[in-house]
Structures are given as C-alpha cells and as structure tokens.
Nanobody, 124 residues
Framework: QVQLVETGGGLVQAGGSLRLACAASGRTFSRYTMGWFRQAPGKEREFVGAISRSGGSTTYVDSVKGRFTIERDNAKNMVYLQMNSLKSEDTAVYYC?????????????????WGQGTQVTVSS
C-alpha cells in the first residue's frame, strides 16, 4: 500500500510558478508510475501528466506542455510537479496518484492510490 501527501500549493499571480511535491510512503515507490491530476470547481478530475517508474518517460496533457514538468526521486520517494507560466485556468486542486504498472497511463481508473490534494489558485 502507498500513502501520498501533496504539498506546495498556494496562491500565485498569473505568469508565476509553483512547485508541488508528493511524498510517498512504502519501500516500493519505484514500482509505481506516478501521475498528477487536477480538479477545478464544477469539473471532472483531469489528467495533467505522468512519469514512468524509472523517471525516463513523461507525458502531459496538451494544455500544460512546455509549462509543467514532472520529476521523481526514487531514493527519496518523492515526485514533483514544476508549474511555470501559470494561467488562471490552472486553478484547481492538484492530486498525485500512483499506478502499479509498467509504462505510463493517462487513465484515472488505472491509478490505485491518491493523495488528499493541494489547492493551487492563480490570480489574473
């Protein structure tokens, strides 16, 4: 079992940056593909990006490509979401999630474990 805790959310002006962190418990962190999702008020939770178990592959939703970067540190059981050039439409609760599989998936249902989320608010 994996427990996930996100930190780093907050209020930022449009054009600014934030770095979210997700700390994972357990000794098998490197066996999980890690994903970031977000949910804005009144909307469904959507995929933001994911990183493979080794960190060698990443994928992102088109709306954040070139602005967001996911990294992981398997030695520290950490995954990060660096968000640059933030826009008001990036405002949401951001969740990290873990999927016990090889490769990368964008499917929400494939992720077995979820954090509690951290609020990101971008003011225009």
């Amino acid at each position: 079992q994996v427990q996930l805790v996100e930190t780093g959310g907050g209020l930022v002006q449009a054009g600014g940056s934030l770095r979210l962190a997700c700390a994972a418990s357990g000794r098998t962190f490197s066996r999980y593909t890690m994903g970031w999702f977000r949910q804005a008020p009144g909307k469904e939770r959507e995929f933001v990006g994911a990183i493979s178990r080794s960190g060698g592959s990443t994928t992102y939703v088109d709306s954040v490509k070139g602005r967001f970067t996911i990294e992981r540190d398997n030695a520290k059981n950490m995954v990060y979401l660096q968000m640059n050039s933030l826009k008001s439409e990036d405002t949401a609760v951001y969740y990290c999630a873990a999927a016990y599989l090889t490769g990368i998936t964008v499917s929400r249902s494939a992720y077995n474990y979820w954090g509690q989320g951290t609020q990101v608010t971008v003011s225009s």
